[in-house]
């Protein structure tokens, strides 16, 4: 019988929201991590998409709801919670 092994830090964040801070920018940005990799994850967040808009100008004018991808390395912090029923359960 195989034993399967837990999922990794990585793919437990896919589908949570998170709130991320990068060097590029002074405030941090709530959004919600949408796949993973092992370098990094793709990043859904309208306030962010914003303010690469501010700093890009018309680059990403066309692009409708663009989801980010994030490296792992660039991240300053990452904060994410686990619901209060899984925590209980360990």
Same mark, same amino acid.
């Given at each position: 019988?195989?034993?399967?092994?837990?999922?990794? $830090? &990585?793919? &437990? *964040?896919?589908? &949570? !929201? #998170? @709130? #991320?801070?990068?060097?590029?920018?002074?405030? +941090? $940005?709530?959004? !919600? #991590?949408? +796949?993973? =990799?092992?370098?990094?994850?793709? $990043?859904?967040?309208? !306030?962010?998409?914003?303010? *690469?808009?501010?700093?890009?100008?018309? +680059?990403? +004018?066309?692009? =409708?709801?663009?989801?980010?991808? *994030? !490296?792992?390395?660039? @991240?300053?912090? @990452?904060?994410?919670? =686990?619901? &209060?029923?899984?925590?209980?359960? #360990?």
């Amino acid at each position: 019988m195989l034993q399967s092994s837990p999922p990794s $830090f &990585k793919t &437990k *964040l896919v589908g &949570k !929201t #998170v @709130l #991320v801070k990068l060097s590029l920018f002074s405030r +941090a $940005f709530s959004g !919600t #991590v949408t +796949a993973a =990799d092992e370098t990094g994850f793709c $990043f859904l967040s309208e !306030t962010m998409s914003g303010a *690469l808009r501010e700093l890009t100008g018309s +680059a990403m +004018a066309n692009m =409708d709801s663009p989801s980010m991808y *994030l !490296t792992f390395a660039n @991240l300053e912090w @990452l904060i994410f919670s =686990d619901s &209060k029923a899984a925590g209980a359960s #360990v």
